[in-house]
């Protein structure tokens, strides 16, 4: 198992349990002790844990783990998803972008777009997004517009917030709203652990003619802290091949289109 693998693991176990122990930890991931001891102290020095006699316990940012430690996870099913939603985005359209693993893969599968070449030069989608990093991507990409809101960084997922954000979103009308969730279940709705990030994409959401939902199979049938939209304001949910057809039939019912990519 690679070093980022490994960090992943662990911190995983650190956001289901709260801590770990070094001797369960070695044991589970088929390592030595001494690598998890390395692994640990790493993770200690980027402030994602505290260190303990014997292990580590949760710091808080491990319960919503910046967006580069969650980039390894179901890599696969998010690129699959991504290529899906990407198929969209038609010529001239207007698309939102929340922030999240799932939907830098989207920005990736729009900008590869061979369809989306335009001969004379010019934008042939404009992305509207209060993501930094995929603003980043994008921006050297002469095929797609970029429209960046405003707003106060936060680290963990490279988003902006805050009124400067609404503020930019209240100005624009979106064909396609493509948002990533941390959690999605037919009560709550669309769901995320962060109430500052739920407010801006419920602002996208209202704004957008369809609603899409990239969601891998993990999130189904969970629910977060803060609502971004109930569910039958959602028209479409891309998910993974992961989601049985037991899983993904009360979406259905309630008259969302489910694409399992």
């Known amino acids: 198992m690679k070093r980022p693998e490994r960090w992943n693991a662990l911190l995983d176990v650190l956001s289901r349990d709260g801590r770990i122990d070094v001797e369960e930890a070695a044991a589970e991931l088929a390592v030595s002790a001494a690598t998890i001891r390395r692994d640990l102290d790493e993770l200690a020095q980027q402030q994602m844990l505290t260190r303990t006699r014997g292990g580590a316990v949760a710091h808080n940012l491990s319960y ?4 580069r430690y969650k980039t390894a996870r179901r890599a696969s099913e998010k690129q699959r998803i991504a290529a899906a939603a990407a198929r969209m985005a038609e010529p ?3 698309v939102g972008l929340n922030g999240g693993t799932t939907t830098t893969e989207v920005a990736r599968a729009i900008s590869t777009r061979g369809d989306l070449s335009t001969s004379g030069g010019g934008p042939a989608v404009t992305v509207v997004t209060n993501a930094l ?3 980043n991507e994008l921006a050297v990409r002469p095929q797609v ?3 960046l809101t405003g707003g106060v960084a936060r680290p963990q997922s490279f988003e902006l917030m805050g009124p400067l954000a609404t503020g930019v979103l ?5 064909d396609l709203a ?3 969730v941390d959690a999605l279940d037919t009560v709550q709705g669309a ?3 962060h109430e500052g990030e739920a407010s801006i ?7 957008a003619t369809r609603v899409v939902v990239v969601a891998d199979s993990s999130k189904l049938g969970r629910r977060a802290f803060a609502r971004i939209c109930a569910l039958d304001e959602i028209d479409v949910l891309i998910t993974d091949t992961g989601a049985d057809a037991e899983l993904v039939a009360p979406y259905t019912e309630a008259g969302v289109r489910v694409i399992r990519a």
């Open 64 to 67: 919503d783990l910046p967006l």
């Open 92 to 94: 001239g359209s207007i």
């Open 133 to 135: 990093n995929i603003a």
């Open 145 to 147: 517009k970029i429209v």
């Open 170 to 174: 209240d100005q624009v009308s979106l």
């Open 178 to 180: 493509i948002l990533g």
């Open 191 to 193: 769901t995320a652990h």
């Open 201 to 207: 994409n419920r602002l996208m959401a209202g704004r």
